[in-house]
């Protein structure tokens, strides 16, 4: 069976994406040429048509679009492995946090001082991601533990620990038809415009609801309440601070929302352990408190 090297797939995914040779061997810094052959060279190999060709344009043929898909996985594999790799052998190394801001449930500190007091802490450095690629910086390699919300992240490949179960929360214009309720169901918000949550492939929210505008995170989302184009279903810590020009409700039987902290699957280091026992202690104290 045909083998890939990894720089030959390189080569290819840089062409697929760019759809032109010339931009691709620039972004590679080889010449245009050496590109062209080694194409041509993989297709042979490989025993298939990979890009459709003319002197105006090139096009992926499902074959192409085949090992595209593939070859990027491949290749972020590649990247993690040498990143772990790197990191485990590294005895100084830091303990690497992402979180998104505003997404720790006022649990880091404790979180924080909790692993400071253990005789094997490191020092953490806190890493900031967006809405839903912080799982994808533990996948790679470039965080070591997330604060992820679960069942909205994509928990692919890691384990976890619940820190906090909350529920949800609506948070509607003050002149709402509902906001002069203290409580809503799902069923009140089944025909509400909610927002469509960049990346995020599953909200929980009524499925006959209407699809309003694209948001990022609870900030834009927030700010499309206040115009009035949207309403929205949050994490009740994610609805923290209250912004008083809105109006924020229990969602009774909306699914619980869970803040966990997230590790790779095959990650066994004691740097990492370490930390997550902390964590759990921390926001069990945490929670006794309350």
Same mark, same amino acid.
């Given at each position: 069976? *045909?083998?890939?090297?990894?720089?030959?797939?390189?080569?290819?995914?840089?062409?697929?994406?760019?759809?032109?040779?010339?931009? *691709?061997?620039?972004?590679?810094?080889?010449?245009?040429?050496?590109? =062209?052959? #080694?194409?041509?060279?993989?297709? =042979?190999?490989?025993? $298939?048509?990979?890009?459709?060709?003319?002197?105006?344009?090139?096009?992926?043929?499902?074959? &192409?679009?085949?090992?595209?898909?593939?070859?990027?996985?491949?290749?972020?594999?590649?990247?993690?492995?040498?990143?772990?790799?790197?990191?485990?052998?590294?005895?100084?190394?830091?303990?690497?946090?992402?979180?998104?801001?505003?997404?720790?449930?006022?649990?880091? =500190? &404790?979180?924080?001082?909790?692993?400071?007091?253990?005789?094997?802490?490191?020092?953490?450095?806190?890493?900031?991601?967006?809405?839903?690629?912080?799982?994808?910086?533990?996948?790679?390699? %470039?965080?070591?533990?997330?604060?992820?919300?679960?069942?909205?992240?994509?928990?692919? &490949?890691?384990?976890?620990?619940?820190?906090?179960?909350?529920?949800?929360?609506?948070?509607?214009?003050?002149?709402?038809?509902? #906001?002069?309720?203290?409580?809503?169901?799902?069923?009140?918000?089944?025909?509400?415009?909610?927002?469509?949550?960049?990346? $995020?492939?599953?909200?929980?929210?009524?499925?006959?609801?209407?699809?309003?505008?694209?948001?990022?995170?609870?900030?834009?989302?927030?700010?499309?309440?206040?115009?009035?184009?949207?309403?929205?279903?949050?994490? %009740?810590?994610?609805?923290?601070?209250?912004?008083?020009?809105? $109006?924020?409700?229990?969602?009774?039987?909306?699914?619980?929302?869970?803040?966990?902290?997230?590790?790779?699957?095959?990650?066994? %280091? %004691?740097?990492?352990?370490?930390?997550?026992?902390? #964590?759990?202690?921390?926001?069990?104290?945490?929670?006794?408190?309350?």
């Amino acid at each position: 069976m *045909a083998e890939l090297e990894t720089r030959e797939l390189e080569y290819f995914v840089a062409v697929a994406e760019e759809l032109h040779f010339g931009r *691709a061997a620039a972004c590679l810094a080889i010449a245009q040429p050496a590109l =062209s052959k #080694a194409i041509r060279r993989l297709e =042979s190999r490989l025993g $298939v048509r990979l890009l459709e060709r003319s002197s105006r344009h090139v096009a992926l043929t499902p074959a &192409g679009e085949a090992l595209l898909h593939h070859g990027r996985h491949a290749l972020d594999a590649v990247g993690a492995a040498a990143e772990k790799a790197r990191r485990a052998g590294d005895r100084q190394a830091h303990l690497r946090l992402v979180i998104k801001p505003g997404g720790d449930a006022n649990l880091l =500190s &404790g979180i924080l001082a909790a692993y400071a007091g253990r005789p094997d802490a490191r020092r953490v450095d806190i890493l900031f991601g967006g809405a839903t690629d912080r799982a994808d910086h533990v996948r790679a390699g %470039r965080a070591d533990v997330a604060l992820l919300y679960a069942p909205f992240d994509d928990m692919t &490949g890691l384990d976890h620990e619940i820190l906090l179960v909350e529920g949800r929360v609506a948070i509607l214009p003050p002149d709402h038809r509902l #906001a002069t309720r203290s409580q809503v169901t799902l069923a009140d918000l089944a025909r509400e415009t909610l927002p469509r949550w960049k990346g $995020v492939r599953w909200t929980g929210a009524p499925e006959a609801a209407g699809q309003g505008p694209e948001v990022t995170d609870a900030a834009e989302a927030l700010h499309m309440i206040r115009l009035g184009r949207t309403i929205a279903i949050l994490p %009740r810590s994610l609805a923290q601070p209250m912004h008083p020009d809105l $109006v924020y409700r229990p969602v009774t039987d909306a699914p619980d929302s869970e803040l966990v902290l997230a590790w790779s699957r095959d990650d066994r %280091r %004691r740097m990492v352990a370490s930390f997550v026992a902390a #964590a759990v202690e921390a926001a069990g104290t945490t929670r006794g408190r309350g």
